[in-house]
Structures are given as C-alpha cells and as structure tokens.
C-alpha cells in the first residue's frame, strides 16, 4: 500500500527524528553515495515497547520516499511443513527484488524458527529497497540478528509534554 501518513501523525524523540531524516537523505541521495563507494543504510531494526511508533514511522518513511511499503507479520511466514517456511520468506524477498519498496516486518524476533531463515536471506538481499523490522521484544533477539542490520533505532514511549502534543494535534479539528 502507499501510506499517507506524515510526521504529523506520531510523536517522536529529537534523537530517532534525527537517526530517521539521516535514512531519508541518504536514500534520496543514493546515487552520490554510490558514486563514491558507499551504500545508503537499508536495513533497519525499530526497537521499542508496542504503542511508541515504530509501524507508523515505517508508513511515514514510506510516503516520505514515494514508495510503496509491504507490511509482513512474521507469523503469518511459518508453515507446518518442512522448508516452507524459508519458501515464504524468500518469496518475500523475491517480490521485494523486483519492486522498489519498504519491506516492514512487523512482530520481529519472536519466532526463533523464522530468525535463521530470515538472516540467510537479509545476507544475500542487495537492493535499493528498504527492510525494516519492528520488535517488542528486543532482550529476545539474538546478538547475530543485531549486526545484520545498518541502523538501529529505539523508540520510548511518549513523556507527558510528547502526549499532550499528540492529543492536541489529533483534536486540532475540534472546538
């Protein structure tokens, strides 16, 4: 789907809207990068207890960089049968390959079944589209999977004033 979502929508700290407007700059000014040996960060992990904006940012990021985002819950990859689900992810992947676009996986880290496959593929997944993963549950992720990634980013739960500012901007239509 292609999101509508602006930072208008959500509230976050200056340290993650900073971490954020550094991917976008580097993803809008990839070809420089690529002109001088480097590669803009693609392969992104949002950490941080549910309810602080990590889906949300994955669709703002989305519509700020006009692409399209595929939301895949890692529950939905696993399968009974043997290799299938491997099968899934890859076709996942596969489809992401072909088709510039954010690829948000959403519940990551919580399958263990799912981990081994999903890092031999994000290994070999070269492409300017964007992978990022959302957890809640970052002590449950193994040291492996945090070095697979280009960015880290950690998201709190919003403080009193960040709260205020967000009721506020969602009432603003309202007398």
Not at 98 to 105: A, E, S
Not at 110 to 125: A, G, P, T
Not at 138 to 148: C, F, N
């Amino acid at each position: 789907k292609y999101p509508h979502r602006t930072f208008d929508d959500v509230v976050l700290s200056d340290n993650v809207q900073k971490q954020l407007e550094n991917i976008i700059l580097e993803y809008k000014k990839k070809s420089i990068l690529h002109a001088y040996g480097f590669v803009p960060k693609t392969k992104i992990l949002f950490c941080g207890p549910p309810g602080c904006g990590k889906t949300i940012t994955a669709e703002i990021l989305a519509n700020v960089l006009d692409l399209p985002i595929i939301y895949t819950r890692f529950d939905a990859l696993i399968s009974s049968y043997l290799g299938e689900t491997a099968s899934n992810i890859r076709k996942v992947f596969d489809y992401a390959d072909r088709n510039n676009c954010i690829l948000f996986f959403d519940e990551f880290g919580e399958l263990k079944r799912v981990i081994n496959s999903f890092l031999q593929i994000l290994d070999s997944f070269n492409n300017d589209s964007l992978v990022i993963a959302a957890t809640n549950h970052e002590k449950l992720i193994d040291s492996a999977l945090w070095r697979r990634f280009d960015e880290i980013i950690s998201f709190d739960k919003p403080d009193e004033q960040q709260i205020e500012f967000l009721i506020l901007a969602k009432l603003r239509a309202f007398k």
